[in-house]
């Protein structure tokens, strides 16, 4: 059995709020705010709810939540009454001084005073949170939005009042929690410290948990979801975002407050507390706590802690670790006892998940995979400008060659066969190095003459996360990172591309002693080769891996639908206020028959025809990465989902199919994937099911906030008293009260496994009671156990149990790599064409076409 770090709650165990309802009047009084400019030398912006409840946060100490009172999603908060939550009634004085001073700030000094009476004429409420769930006898609870925010305020509160005892050898270390104004918990005076001497840097980090209410499929109660985290410290102001005060007025609650930068009047960067909360303490006659230093920062001076704001080095590294999430879930079982809890578990099935192949496409293999492909002959390009680049391709591809146990031997600029269908060209591109931009259009020209039907894939060295050398730095010149461009320009040759980063010559071992008479193997490039599997899973290479991890007789299409919303960016006018839905799907054709691999296909939005994988990805790559009109709700949804329809549509109509989604991205666009009205709410391929044609959909969910972390495999006996067992290569499912089933696939990661002591530190201690000798340790990621939730809201005739099997067995059996994914290929599959285009998570750039030119021209 799985355990995690979710408990069912009775709907009792919520306790009560305080709660102000607010009328249609406050909506339209707020209604006529001007736009906000909060965020100095931001674009302005009509101000949000969240803004006056964080004020209000800072001046009365508690968590408090401003939102529409409505049990269905809202574009326009305004459109319903509201209500302002909090944990106790505020001082009627305050709230209305706070209240004011706010709408004065937002009206730049006019006293307008329009809010405040609103709320205080409001008349204050003390219900039960239970009195506002609906659906739970029928397996589907739920309640207005901001239900989900508080709900789990008074279960924080009680596990502040008991410190967390942690094993330290023969003693206990108590770990204080301190509650923040978002409900979440923090260990204040409990701080991880860690000091390097070369270069000498000192950092700090705090344990946070944070609590999400979350629904189960089919489960009548709502589950608490833990989620620890391991939140480093800034030493600087630069850049962060988001900070914790211990205010002087309120010494039991730790204030989280978003802040800003703006320039002093000697040209410095200086923090400030957005949404005016500054300004409505000192009208309320409290003093805003000073801002610390960056030398009190960096020596953890003063009231106040900000958060880093993103990725960055550190002397401390992520993740809190399995052995702290264990002893977490112990002191939860013991401190909550009434009313009862249950901690959500999954039960193992028979089902066992099985990896029967390992490794690269073998040589044997390799022409039958490449036949996936649909061209009769694949070539790669191998582009370089270092010389250990170069002698590391040759080495990776030596296993296709002859002689696999030397590195290929071969010219430049000519190609060189390895095996019936593959043929590899090398080509040294001294442009790799240049520091400025480059025309590679103009660089690439050469590739028009090997369009000659040949498949091409480009191999292309690059310099990872390039940095400006001391001259170049002394100079002010700084290197460009050409992945994007260059990646655009191979696309628009219809070109896929995998990067290797370049790295420096091995440096000879002169201590090194070996024997002679004793062969050592070398170390493998993982690397290189791991890069040259990707190539080739890029270009549509399928080997038989999956067909021999699987059983389908019946011959399905498996598809993979992948949806991601990205905001447009780039210069064009009002561009930064719109989105646009990424939209991937991937086909995988199965076959029983032996001399017929499985092949893949996407879907191209500009011609709408089914294409092989690497002729996709690369029409994928020329065109913009999203489909501007397309979103999660509302019309946008409607638009999305029929368009994805009508792509289905084209498949062979003779085939069943199986559809893997992801359920928090698509459960917007297909209601029948959300727990509310799982399987009764449209969803994908609806328009396809007939009586002689099966469609089966498959939603997995991977998201950390909302699937149970788990905690330890409690079936499997301890080798280590202090370490949790690992989850087995095996599926678990959980099946409610209600009889609704979901299943369970959870893991170490591979740094957990293979990295010994190093790896898996974090599953013997906690970050708290490291030994002194191994406090350098600190400095890696200490990884926890992962999940998957797998549920099937349409079986499409087949056994429910079966598609979640396959879907595991699809995750667990990869193309392109020897551990598990996080969704099964098709969907694996799509995530990747996603990440791989030139505008993922980054700047649009305009295209020289649209989709929608294309399809004018598709038409005529």
């Not at 790799?432 to 191999?459: I, P």
């Not at 896929?496 to 070398?522: G, M």
């Not at 044609?693 to 080798?719: C, M, W």
């Amino acid at each position: 059995m799985i355990s995690t770090l979710a408990f069912l709650f009775p709907h009792t165990a919520f306790g009560k709020i305080t709660l102000y309802p607010l009328n249609r009047e406050f909506g339209q009084a707020w209604g006529s705010l001007p736009s906000y400019g909060d965020a100095k030398n931001g674009k302005p912006r009509r101000p949000p709810y969240a803004g006056l409840a964080s004020a209000l946060s800072a001046v009365s100490g508690q968590p408090v939540v401003l939102m529409p009172h409505t049990y269905e999603p809202v574009d326009d908060e305004l459109a319903q009454p509201a209500v302002a939550v909090t944990t106790r009634p505020f001082d009627a004085w305050t709230l209305s001084t706070a209240v004011r001073e706010w709408e004065r700030c937002v009206r730049k000094g006019e006293d307008a005073n329009t809010l405040a009476p609103l709320l205080a004429a409001a008349d204050v409420e003390h219900p039960d949170l239970a009195s506002f769930v609906r659906g739970a006898a029928d397996g589907t609870p739920h309640a207005p939005g901001w239900f989900y925010r508080v709900a789990a305020w008074n279960f924080a509160q009680r596990l502040a009042r008991t410190s967390l005892p942690v094993p330290n050898g023969p003693r206990m270390r108590r770990i204080r929690w301190r509650m923040d104004t978002q409900g979440s918990l923090i260990s204040w005076d409990d701080v991880t410290k860690r000091t390097t001497l070369k270069p000498k840097r000192t950092g700090y980090a705090l344990h946070k948990l944070d609590f999400r209410v979350v629904t189960q499929p089919g489960e009548p109660l709502f589950a608490l979801h833990v989620l620890p985290t391991f939140s480093r410290l800034a030493t600087h102001w630069a850049s962060t975002r988001t900070v914790f005060i211990e205010h002087g007025t309120h010494k039991n609650t730790l204030l989280r407050m978003p802040i800003g930068h703006t320039k002093s009047s000697d040209g410095q960067w200086v923090p400030y507390a957005r949404n005016y909360a500054a300004e409505v303490l000192e009208a309320c006659g409290m003093d805003f706590t000073a801002w610390p230093t960056n030398d009190d920062l960096a020596a953890l001076q003063g009231q106040m802690r900000a958060l880093v704001p993103a990725p960055v080095p550190h002397v401390l590294g992520k993740g809190v670790g399995t052995r702290f999430n264990k002893i977490l879930a112990d002191h939860i079982n013991e401190t909550i006892k009434r009313p009862k809890i249950t901690q959500v578990s999954f039960e193992p099935t028979p089902v066992e998940l099985t990896r029967p192949t390992k490794g690269a496409v073998s040589r044997a293999e390799l022409d039958h995979a490449l036949a996936a492909t649909g061209s009769d002959t694949v070539r790669i390009i191998a582009f370089y400008n270092d010389g250990t680049t170069r002698k590391r391709m040759t080495e990776a591809l030596a296993p296709y060659t002859n002689t696999p146990d030397r590195p290929l031997d071969c010219g430049d600029y000519g190609d060189h066969r390895l095996s019936e269908r593959l043929i590899v060209r090398f080509h040294r591109l001294r442009a790799l190095d240049r520091a400025d931009r480059v025309d590679w259009d103009d660089e690439l020209d050469f590739l028009d003459q090997l369009e000659d039907g040949t498949l091409n894939g480009a191999w292309v060295e690059t310099i990872w996360n390039p940095k400006p050398t001391k001259r170049e730095r002394e100079a002010g010149q700084h290197r460009h990172d050409h992945k994007r461009e260059l990646r655009r320009a191979l696309y628009e040759r219809g070109i896929v591309s995998q990067f290797l980063a370049r790295q420096s010559a091995p440096e000879p071992d002169d201590a090194a002693e070996t024997d002679p008479d004793v062969e050592t193997e070398a170390p493998k490039d993982y690397k290189a080769i791991n890069a040259l599997r990707d190539l080739l899973f890029r270009l549509g290479c399928v080997d038989d891996r999956l067909r021999h991890a699987t059983d389908l007789a019946d011959e399905p299409i498996l598809v993979g639908i992948h949806l991601r919303q990205q905001r447009i960016s780039n210069r064009r006018p009002g561009a930064a206020d719109r989105t646009q839905m990424v939209e991937v799907l991937t086909a995988l054709h199965t076959s029983n028959d032996p001399d017929c691999p499985w092949h893949m296909d996407s879907y191209d939005h500009s011609t709408h025809d089914w294409r092989p994988q690497a002729a996709a990805e690369a029409a994928f790559g020329r065109h913009a990465i999203g489909r501007e009109g397309h979103a999660r709700h509302e019309e946008g949804a409607l638009l999305a989902r029929q368009h994805i329809e009508s792509a289905l549509k084209i498949l062979p109509s003779d085939r069943p199919l199986i559809i893997f989604v992801d359920t928090e991205a698509c459960r917007t666009i297909w209601p029948g994937l959300q727990n509310v009205r799982f399987g009764k709410g449209p969803l994908p391929g609806d328009d396809l099911r007939t009586p002689t044609r099966s469609v089966a959909v498959v939603a997995l969910n991977t998201s950390y906030g909302e699937v149970p972390t788990p905690v330890e495999n409690t079936a499997s006996p301890r080798k280590n008293p202090k370490r949790p067992p690992k989850p087995q290569d095996r599926l678990y499912q959980r099946t409610t009260s209600t009889g609704h089933t979901s299943w369970y696939i959870a893991q170490a990661s591979r740094t957990y496994d293979g990295f010994g002591n190093a790896g898996s530190i974090g599953g013997v201690h906690t970050r708290f009671t490291l030994p002194t000798d191994d406090w350098a340790l600190q400095r890696k990621d200490w990884h926890s156990f992962t999940a998957t939730q797998i549920a099937v809201p349409h079986a499409g005739g087949r056994e429910p149990q079966k598609i979640a099997a396959l879907a595991a067995q699809l995750c667990h059996q990869s193309l392109a790599w020897d551990a598990r994914t996080r969704h099964p290929v098709p969907l694996h599959v799509a995530g990747a064409m996603d990440r791989a285009h030139p505008e993922y998570r980054g700047p649009s750039i305009e295209p020289t076409h649209t989709p929608e030119a294309d399809e004018t021209q598709g038409g005529e």
